[in-house]
Every structure is written in C-alpha cells, then in structure tokens.
C-alpha cells in the first residue's frame, strides 16, 4: 500500500469484520486548564461568563490512529497561528456542533458557522480564528492516506451536508460510529471505518475505482435500508 489508496481490507489480520480496540478517556478539565494543554495546537482563550459553564467535559476514543470525541465545552477563542501548523500534514480533522455554535473566519477571509446537520473538514494547516458558545462538538481525526490524501497536500474540502444524498449515507455511518462509542464497546469493526471512509469519498465527488470503496459503500446503502 502506498499510503495513497484507500485501505485495502485483505492486509488486515481478520479482515474487516475483526474488532478493533477502542481505549476510551474521559475528559473534564477547566476551560483553563484546557487551554494551557492544547497550546501547541492554537491559542486560546477562555470567555468567562459569570454563574456561566466553564469547563471542557466529554469523552474521547482512539481507534488505532483514529481519534473520535465528543465534547461539551465553555465558550473560547480561539487562533490557529503559523507556528501552530507544524508537522500537521499527515491527518484531517472533520466535525461538527451538534448544539451551540463556532463560527470561524479564515485567513483567505473565507468563514463558516458549525452546524449539527453539516460536517466541516480541517487539515490543521490553514490559519484561522473562531469564536465558540457554550457548545456540544463531535470531532474526528484521521490519517489523510484514509482519502487517498497525499501528506502536506494543500487542500480545500467542501463541507457535506445532510440533506444530500451522499451526505445522508455519511451521516449515517458518522452516528453508527458514535453509538458504537457511547455504548462504551471494547472493540469496533474495522468495517465501520471503511464504510465511512469510502462514504466521505463518494460526497466528495471522488470515483470510486476500485471495487473495495464501491464494496463498502453498497454495504453502507444496505444498512440504510435495514433501518427502515
């Protein structure tokens, strides 16, 4: 594997039906305490708010080099600056608020505003600044080679949103990985991580050449229909 294609579930032990560990961390730490830990990756700071919530809570999961959470979190600010984006071409980072708001303004002037029916990517190479509410947030960040992304690529990647058909299928397997999490499982199938990969691959535009990406995702389709 070159580390460009889309994984390919024959080189794994057990195939992608076999259980993946998940090692679960709980988080809950002062809004300032948080911003003193998380410095190398941005500048932050802490909005106070009088009688207001002032603490980041939540949970996180690694799944291999996977890093899901799901985070209730005091108001911040919050800036990405150059010295920030260090040795940060090997991973993506897609999320969204599923209560509260983030809008963040781009160098490029660009700006967006966190939605739970929309999901936003990152590539922890752009600089920007945001501003948070008292928000609930669910984040992901994965290895680019999981899209077909070379490292240190420069990338713009559109948000997906739910009510596209391709979105709706991405936000399916998206909610079916956190379930799985909250449900506080001690493995996940590596499956699960396919389907939703080669998912972000198709809204994206991207043509699914090989048969594994069209394989997952005709599995993903299945589920959906299940659901019903």
């Known amino acids: 594997m070159t580390g460009l294609e889309f994984p390919d579930p024959d080189q794994f032990s057990g195939g ?24 190398e990756a941005w500048d932050v700071i802490p909005l106070h708010q009088k009688d207001g919530f002032d603490r980041v809570t939540g949970h996180m999961w690694a799944i291999d080099d996977w890093l899901f959470s799901e985070v209730r979190m005091a108001p911040m600010l919050f800036r990405v600056e150059p010295h920030h984006l260090q040795d940060a071409g090997s991973v993506l980072n897609i999320g969204r608020a599923i209560r509260g708001e983030h809008r963040v303004v781009f160098e490029t002037g660009a700006s967006i505003v966190t939605r739970s029916d929309v999901l936003d990517f990152g590539d922890r190479q752009t600089q920007y600044k945001s501003i948070s509410s008292d928000q609930v947030t669910q984040d992901l960040t994965f290895p680019r080679a999981a899209l077909g992304i070379p490292n240190g690529q420069a990338i713009s990647l559109p948000s997906i949103y739910k009510a596209s058909s391709a979105g709706r299928l991405v936000f399916s397997e998206w909610d079916d990985l956190f379930e799985t999490l909250r449900r506080g499982e001690h493995g996940l199938k590596r499956a699960q991580l396919f389907r939703f990969a080669a998912c972000v691959k198709i809204a994206r535009g991207v043509p699914p050449h090989r048969e594994d990406v069209r394989r997952h995702v005709r599995q993903a389709l299945f589920r959906q229909l299940c659901l019903f």
């Open 16 to 39: 992608p039906e076999a259980l993946i560990n998940i090692i679960h961390e709980p988080i809950d730490i002062s809004a300032t305490l948080f911003a003193q830990s998380t410095a």
